[in-house]
């Protein structure tokens, strides 16, 4: 008996109301695409694909390892992430970094840590001169306000040679 009623409930009607059984099977279909891609969508957002997150977050280092860096390469507009450049050289030596690519741009250095030595603009960057430790270790801790839209291009060398180059990509 169970089964007949349940025929009878999927099968078009005209009376109460009209009803195409067969056009409201293929309206629930959709609505149930429409919950799985909403529910993957929360996820990739909790994964950090539209900010900070494990999808997000990137670091590389050049093969000399005399430079590293830390940053997001995803960002929204008018948010604030971090950035950290890690440098190696000498003991106690003053290192130099260059910081080019079209990501001034897109960027605002909103905040530098520790302050360096000497700053200059170079092109469309900027050049840093920092204090090494008496491991010949330095980082900046850059605060970068996304604010503008779409990808940019960054590229971060050493005097001494070593390049990264990465891209990073700004959310409305």
Do not use: C
Not at 12 to 33: G, I, L, N, T, Y
Request: charged share 20%; hydrophobic share 40%.
């Amino acid at each position: 008996m169970t089964d007949q009623n349940e025929q009878d409930d999927h099968r078009s009607r005209q009376f109460p109301v009209r009803e195409d059984m067969a056009f409201q099977h293929k309206v629930w279909r959709f609505e149930r695409v429409g919950w799985y891609v909403l529910v993957l969508l929360v996820i990739l957002t909790l994964l950090g694909l539209f900010s900070r997150g494990p999808l997000s977050s990137r670091e590389l280092q050049s093969r000399d390892g005399s430079l590293g860096v830390e940053y997001e390469a995803f960002h929204r507009n008018g948010s604030t992430n971090a950035m950290v450049i890690r440098l190696k050289g000498q003991p106690n030596a003053v290192l130099e970094v260059e910081l080019g690519g079209d990501w001034l741009e897109g960027f605002e250095v909103q905040a530098l840590q520790p302050a360096p030595i000497h700053s200059a603009g170079a092109g469309q960057g900027m050049t840093l001169r920092v204090q090494a430790d008496e491991r010949g270790q330095a980082s900046l801790h850059l605060s970068l306000l996304g604010e503008g839209l779409g990808t940019y291009h960054s590229r971060i060398a050493t005097s001494g040679g070593a390049t990264l180059s990465f891209n990073q990509f700004i959310f409305p």
